[in-house]
């Protein structure tokens, strides 16, 4: 048993790792400065209800009795967590850098991808708990199955020695993984150019022990070759192809040969997700009978396409679409169920804002139907030494430039003055909880 501090305990990997080490008989505290902000955020009430203590981030929660503290990679390094761990001469890992130690005890599953590896890596999960192989799990994102009392839901404590992880390619910790396996779904502009995202994603692969788990669609993943790969698909020739697809309006059907699949999460891109999850497990010798009859009862992960409110007239969807592929995949999704659609759109950070500043523009000036209307609020700032040198108003200006109808709005409570003037609003944008409950919002007015 140890005792040890998260700073920056609220982000959705972060968590992950409190509540795996938590449950594994460790003394956990942390803290996160959105939860300095928020109080009551629901993921610190969930972490306080399971006996983690929560602290302000300004280092009043860390002593000398701390054996390790865990940073997330947001925390810079003039914290006062951090200085105050420093000071004390506490040991100091990165998440990444523990969550690499904590990983090599298992046989391990990296999902990776700069869209949909969350989804995948809960869905495989999810099936392989149901399958029976009892799986750990650690993940980015909060599986619907997995909500109970006390359980933030993205992660599991089984029995076997299998792993799944979600791997993510922020911050460049994706090349120091040594799994067995590798899923990786895509290949697209995120947090880093693509080039960059390429060669790390090309060094997982390598370093991978056994086979890795490609999406043969993807134009960026072609251009990398990979070892002992497994290829699925949906346009093109691959190992596991879906046809005879139906794309319905809140789930999608397909056929891999000859036995039928439907995955209850609407659009291409869960077809996707699914293909690489039975991929994976054909290889572990799981028959696609019994994956079949397991995977339609995977409910997602919370803020992918959660449906506040479906009444008929009124449709009002939440989601954690942030980079240029994702919302390009959420767009294409509810255009299949609704026309003239208001978009309400939350850019998270000034440095990916201004990373990904022409991939949005292309994405709503591609997207966006003359009956469409998007507004954009205020770029997230969870606090932090970014350089404030974007603005929402700067991609409003440029979307505009192309006829569309845009414009930014300040205050949420302003949106509330125009819900008479369309039926479908889609509320997207990541790491601010406070969305949903924006969401959730709206729906009740609109009731």
């Excluded at 305990?9 to 008989?25: C, E, K, N, Q, T």
């Excluded at 390790?68 to 003039?78: F, G, P, R, Y």
């Excluded at 990916?352 to 469409?372: A, C, Q």
């Amino acid at each position: 048993m140890a005792k040890i501090y998260l700073s920056g305990i609220g982000g959705s990997g972060m968590s992950a790792i409190a509540g795996f080490l938590h449950d594994s008989g460790n003394i956990i505290a942390g803290s996160d400065r959105t939860f300095d902000i928020q109080p009551d955020n629901n993921t610190a009430n969930i972490l306080r209800a399971k006996g983690i203590s929560i602290f302000r981030q300004d280092g009043s929660g860390i002593d000398s009795s701390f054996d390790l503290i865990i940073s997330s990679t947001a925390v810079e390094s003039n914290n006062p967590d951090i200085l105050k761990a420093r000071k004390l001469g506490i040991p100091i890992k990165t998440r990444p850098e523990f969550l690499n130690h904590l990983i090599s005890e298992y046989k391990t599953i990296a999902v990776a991808g700069t869209s949909g590896k969350s989804t995948i890596a809960g869905m495989l999960a999810f099936i392989m708990e149901r399958l029976g192989l009892e799986p750990n799990y650690i993940g980015g994102g909060r599986v619907k199955n997995f909500f109970k009392n006390n359980y933030t839901g993205n992660y599991l404590q089984g029995k076997s020695d299998l792993m799944v992880f979600e791997a993510c390619e922020s911050d460049g910790s994706i090349i120091r993984y040594h799994p067995e396996y590798t899923i990786i779904s895509n290949l697209s502009l995120d947090h880093n150019p693509v080039s960059e995202t390429a060669k790390m994603f090309k060094i997982l692969g390598e370093n991978s022990n056994k086979k890795v788990f490609i999406n043969g669609d993807d134009i960026n993943l072609k251009n990398i070759k990979f070892k002992n790969s497994i290829s699925f698909s949906i346009d093109n020739s691959s190992d596991f192809r879906a046809k005879d697809i139906s794309y319905n309006h809140f789930d999608s059907v397909f056929n891999i040969n000859n036995v039928s699949f439907r995955v209850s999460l609407p659009g291409k891109h869960n077809v996707y997700n699914a293909l690489s999850c039975i991929a994976f497990l054909s290889e572990l010798n799981i028959s696609l009978t019994d994956i079949s009859e397991i995977i339609p009862d995977f409910k997602g992960i919370a803020r992918r396409f959660d449906v506040h409110l479906n009444n008929g007239k009124y449709l009002v969807i939440d989601d954690y679409a942030h980079n240029p592929h994702k919302i390009e995949s959420l767009m294409q999704t509810i255009k299949n169920i609704r026309g003239s659609i208001c978009y309400i759109f939350q850019p998270h950070g000034f440095g990916p804002t201004k990373l990904m500043k022409d991939g949005y523009i292309r994405t709503f000036v591609d997207n966006l139907e003359d009956s469409d209307y998007l507004i954009l609020l205020p770029i997230f700032y969870a606090g932090g030494t970014a350089k404030k040198d974007i603005s929402s108003e700067d991609l409003v200006f440029e979307i505009r430039k192309y006829g569309k109808s845009a414009q930014v709005i300040h205050e949420r409570s302003e949106i509330f003055n125009i819900l008479d003037k369309y039926d479908t609003y889609v509320i997207f944008g990541a790491r601010d909880d406070s969305l949903s409950d924006f969401a959730r919002q709206i729906s009740e007015k609109l009731k």
